[in-house]
């Protein structure tokens, strides 16, 4: 099936975008940060929504567990924002239907559909298990610090498949801590505000020929653990920091000595269960 066309007048590139996990946090956010780019925002999750705002939106709910449910979802889109799925640590059974049978539904539903676009939601956790004090880019190996930085690794390997199979390209965004603000002295280096996480899914939705390009999503904090040079392609400048946020951070109790969550990169996620 092919995609609908832009209107010739509506001077926006795409016009119809599919938003999974639009119930969530950071869907929220995207949610509204999208109509800038689209005619028509089809916003899907498998929590309740709020109601479509008009014409330039569409609420549909859907699990990603459920293949024919995804492809009918994503008929008649022209990219996805895929952030649908589990976001925290969980019994791996549950992270095995949403994150990873969902992301498989995702990309079929793109080849089947002809869509050249998937902006995937991946995280700083495939690389969770590194030391704070070691500097990482899109080359370094993985090394993911739970079930659902498994998930997210198996979701990297399956856009970089896609891609070299089918010709669909993806942006995947290895989110790091995207908040209001950060909540603990790790955020101080992975916190990501949600302006710049609008500015990275703009550029990842309009450069073109991305491949598979793999980015950290991460604001120009002070002390940075990642290094976007394998992505300068996408233009992705960050305007905030979390040093505004230091003194107050720096106030909190500190952790143990011997606390591995507060010397790895993953943080409290490579102490999560087992469940």
């Excluded at 509204?32 to 705002?53: G, K, T």
């Excluded at 924002?81 to 925290?88: D, E, F, K, N, Q």
């Excluded at 979701?155 to 390209?169: M, N, Q, W």
């Excluded at 550029?203 to 992505?231: C, I, K, M, P, Q």
Aim: charged share 20%; glycine share 8%.
């Amino acid at each position: 099936m092919t995609t609908s066309s832009v209107p010739a007048d509506s001077g926006k590139p795409f016009n119809r975008l599919l938003l999974t996990g639009a119930a969530g946090g950071l869907g929220q956010i995207m949610r509204e940060a999208l109509q800038a780019h689209a005619n028509i925002v089809r916003a899907s999750d498998i929590s309740p929504m709020a109601p479509a705002a008009g014409d330039h939106e569409e609420v549909i709910s859907c699990n990603l567990a459920d293949k024919p449910g995804v492809l009918t979802l994503a008929q008649d889109v022209d990219a996805i924002v895929h952030l649908g799925g589990i976001s925290t640590e969980r019994a791996f059974e549950e992270i095995l239907d949403a994150n990873i049978r969902g992301t498989f539904h995702i990309y079929e539903a793109a080849r089947i559909h002809g869509i050249k676009r998937v902006i995937f939601a991946s995280s700083n956790h495939v690389t969770g298990f590194y030391p704070q004090d070691e500097q990482l880019d899109a080359h370094s190996l993985r090394r993911p610090d739970c079930y659902y930085a498994l998930s997210k690794s198996y979701g990297e390997d399956l856009a970089t498949f896609y891609f070299h199979r089918y010709g669909i390209e993806t942006v995947s965004l290895r989110i790091g801590s995207a908040f209001p603000e950060p909540r603990n002295l790790r955020m101080l280096s992975t916190w990501l505000s949600y302006s710049d996480l609008a500015h990275l899914v703009e550029r990842s939705l309009l450069t073109e020929n991305v491949g598979h390009t793999v980015v950290y999503g991460v604001s120009a904090n002070r002390d940075l653990w990642w290094n976007n040079r394998y992505a300068a392609h996408l233009g992705f400048n960050p305007q905030d920091s979390s040093e505004r946020f230091r003194a107050r951070m720096e106030q909190l109790p500190k952790p143990a000595a011997d606390d591995r969550s507060a010397t790895l990169q993953g943080g409290a996620f490579t102490i999560a269960g087992p469940f």
